[in-house]
């Protein structure tokens, strides 16, 4: 099992740090457990950390005033979440949401501002780490303003598939119909009926909640 200080070396914010400094930084955080459905975060709260997974997945989400959720993105062993917090006094912008069993590494802002101004490094890869969140949210705005539900779907499945042993396109997340419907801003029955007809043109394979691609999905539906 990974160390927190391979997982620290791992992280994108980290990985321009040498031995001796990932050990420094190693000591200064914590290690939380949060059990599965556990609300890591709350959109709208002020606090003062930021986390990285060491095992298990969280999903971000935003709800919009008639309480409907939407995920940005499921997160995994290595990510991180909840860094702006740490660079700013806002509240949180998201929600954090245990997939499964979670255990993460916690670092506070009063470490972590210690590390800014000792380490350029780490600085350097904040302002690469944002620009990249940046890209990511103008992608999702794009998608939503200009892509149909369809679009907005095959898009969702052609970023998530990736290559198993066979060489086969699989998305390994699990999803129900209701999570795609949140990723894409669409009504369940929707996507329900959109894979139900991939599934009968053999474009996907759908079972036990994962999603395989079968052969080039088609421009539109």
Same mark, same amino acid.
């Given at each position: &099992?990974?160390?927190?200080?391979? +997982?620290?070396?791992?992280?994108?914010?980290?990985?321009?740090? $040498?031995?001796?400094?990932?050990?420094?930084?190693?000591?200064?955080?914590?290690?939380?457990?949060?059990?599965?459905?556990?609300? +890591?975060?709350?959109?709208?709260?002020?606090?003062?950390?930021? @986390?990285?997974?060491?095992?298990?997945? !969280? $999903?971000?989400?935003?709800?919009?005033?008639?309480?409907?959720? &939407?995920?940005?993105?499921?997160?995994?062993?290595?990510?991180?979440?909840?860094?702006?917090? =740490?660079?700013?006094?806002?509240?949180?912008?998201?929600?954090? !949401?245990?997939?499964?069993?979670?255990?993460?590494?916690? =670092? *506070?802002?009063?470490?972590?501002?210690?590390?800014?101004?000792? $380490?350029?490094?780490?600085?350097?890869? +904040?302002?690469?780490?944002?620009?990249?969140?940046?890209?990511?949210?103008?992608?999702?705005? *794009?998608?939503?303003?200009?892509?149909?539900? @369809?679009?907005?779907?095959?898009?969702? +499945?052609?970023?998530?598939?990736?290559? $198993?042993?066979?060489?086969?396109?699989?998305?390994?997340?699990?999803?129900? *119909?209701?999570?795609?419907?949140?990723?894409?801003?669409?009504?369940?029955? &929707?996507?329900?009926?959109?894979?139900?007809?991939?599934?009968?043109?053999?474009?996907?394979?759908?079972?036990?909640? *994962?999603?395989?691609?079968?052969?080039?999905?088609?421009?539109?539906?």
């Amino acid at each position: &099992m990974a160390t927190d200080i391979d +997982i620290l070396r791992n992280n994108d914010l980290f990985s321009e740090l $040498n031995d001796e400094e990932l050990t420094a930084l190693a000591k200064l955080t914590q290690t939380r457990t949060f059990l599965k459905n556990s609300l +890591i975060l709350c959109e709208g709260d002020t606090s003062n950390a930021m @986390y990285i997974i060491q095992k298990g997945k !969280v $999903n971000i989400t935003v709800t919009n005033e008639d309480g409907k959720e &939407m995920i940005l993105s499921t997160l995994q062993a290595g990510d991180n979440f909840g860094e702006l917090s =740490l660079l700013d006094e806002a509240p949180r912008s998201a929600n954090a !949401v245990a997939l499964e069993k979670c255990e993460l590494i916690v =670092l *506070h802002k009063a470490e972590f501002v210690q590390l800014l101004t000792q $380490n350029s490094a780490i600085a350097l890869a +904040i302002i690469r780490y944002l620009c990249e969140r940046v890209r990511f949210l103008t992608s999702l705005a *794009h998608g939503l303003a200009l892509l149909d539900v @369809y679009g907005r779907l095959v898009k969702l +499945i052609q970023s998530l598939a990736e290559p $198993n042993q066979e060489g086969q396109l699989v998305v390994a997340i699990p999803l129900t *119909h209701k999570d795609i419907a949140m990723r894409v801003g669409s009504s369940r029955e &929707m996507i329900s009926r959109i894979l139900s007809e991939l599934e009968k043109g053999g474009y996907v394979s759908c079972e036990n909640k *994962h999603i395989k691609i079968n052969k080039k999905l088609p421009s539109a539906w």
